[in-house]
């Protein structure tokens, strides 16, 4: 490895786990790394469910982790605005998990009804997103509000296929507002930057490991840090070796537990 690696982000599905179960080796190549002192975090565009839950689902799986250890698109949103906006009223669009990452940054929250205060919108994966909430969402945009978004992501994998992912409901709005959201979750050098500053190590020193070329290997990039695809996910090796320089991951491994042989 060209650099001295000493902070780690992993992503979790196809990475570090498949659905509800800890990739074979996992749990002991964490336990390894923490003997090494080497800081990491676990980084998922999931911005629907709160950290406890996803710290708790992690530990189920054999892979312990604290709640600082978890960082999702909601708490880089919320972290954004806070350096953003920080005296801004929110009006916000999301589940449990987006509620709980800006309440946590002590910004002003909005009721719906208080629409026509709104000075930023903010929208991740809303469980009860419907035409009334498109039209709030739409008339604050229009009103002068800024627009942020949690992630684009098109679909969520599930036991029987798919379900749509936060990109949809944020489409509409930026459809109909004629107005692109600012993106923070990956890919964006928001997702790297922050990661990194919870980790407390500069980005010549940070490393991303994930399984997706347009998520996790571009966040890197543009974060600059040392980007690690492991191919227990949905990329293949071929698609690796031939992806574009902007998305070429600068090392390609079968999967995580082989990370540890090229550490310093």
């Given amino acids: 490895m060209e650099r001295q690696i000493k902070g780690i982000v992993f992503d ?63 708490i880089i949103a919320a972290r954004t605005i806070r350096e953003l906006h920080p005296d801004s009223k929110i009006l916000a669009f999301g589940g449990p998990g987006l509620i ?50 949690t992630n684009y992501d ?12 936060s990109g949809p409901m944020i489409k509409a709005v930026a459809y109909a507002t004629d107005k692109e959201p600012l993106v923070t979750g990956k890919p964006s050098r928001w997702s790297g930057n922050m990661a990194m500053k919870v980790l407390g190590v500069p980005a010549e020193n940070g490393a991303v490991v994930g399984d997706r070329l347009q998520q996790d290997i ?24 031939n992806a574009p320089e902007e998305l070429k991951p600068d090392l390609i491994l079968p999967d995580v537990n082989h990370l540890l042989e090229h550490l310093v």
Wanted: hydrophobic share 45%; proline share 3%; glycine share 8%.
């Fill in 100 to 149: 709980e990452a800006l309440c946590e940054q002590g910004l002003c929250l909005l009721e719906h009804e208080q629409m026509d205060e709104a000075e930023v919108v903010v929208m991740g994966k809303d469980p009860d997103f419907n035409q009334q909430r498109l039209i709030l969402a739409c008339k604050a945009i229009w009103n002068g509000a800024d627009f942020i978004a």
């Fill in 12 to 74: 979790i599905d196809g990475c570090v786990a498949r659905g509800n179960r800890a990739i074979e080796g996992v749990p002991e190549t964490m336990a390894e790394l923490r003997r090494r002192d080497i800081r990491f975090a676990f980084l998922t565009n999931d911005n629907q469910n709160t950290v406890a839950f996803l710290a708790e689902k992690l530990t189920g799986m054999g892979i312990p982790a604290s709640e600082e250890e978890v960082l999702t698109s909601a």
């Fill in 154 to 165: 098109q679909k969520i994998p599930v036991a029987d296929g798919f379900v749509p992912a």
């Fill in 218 to 241: 571009a966040m890197g990039k543009v974060a600059g840090l040392y980007t690690v695809l492991v191919l227990t996910g949905g990329t293949t090796q071929e698609e690796a070796e």
